[in-house]
Nanobody, 124 residues
């Protein structure tokens, strides 16, 4: 599965952006897709994931501000980011796995397919 992330850009604090991640193969239904992010000088961190059942998981830092969705007909996952904060600035990566177990859904090491990343910059 190849992943293509897009939608990053520059936005003012409090603004919104919508990221997209398109998968070249069918992933929903038998796989998990997720977003991770990495800011300069920081470790990669989990943002959100959609389990094969459709269940969605969020990091505490983005709950209530970010919304994850998917379009199975397009093999695409979306991340609507509202009320953006300067600390949300990072390169956002989408990831996918058909073998990850539920207890590791927040761990990047469990994903074997990664997109190239899209940069989100938030100005204060």
């Amino acid at each position: 599965v190849q992943l293509q992330a897009s939608g990053g850009g520059l936005v003012q604090a409090g603004g919104s952006l919508k990221l997209s991640c398109s998968a070249s193969g069918r992933i929903f239904g038998n796989g998990v897709m997720a977003w991770f992010r990495q800011a300069p000088g920081k470790e990669r961190e989990f943002v959100t994931a959609i389990w094969r059942s459709g269940a969605i998981f969020y990091a505490d830092s983005v709950k209530g501000r970010f919304t994850t969705s998917r379009d199975t007909s397009k093999n695409t996952m979306y991340l609507q980011m509202n009320s953006l904060k300067p600390e949300d600035a990072a390169v956002y990566y989408c990831a996918a796995s058909t073998s990850i177990i539920l207890s590791r859904v927040r761990e990047g090491v469990g994903y074997n397919n990664w997109g190239q990343g899209t940069l989100v910059t938030v100005s204060s």
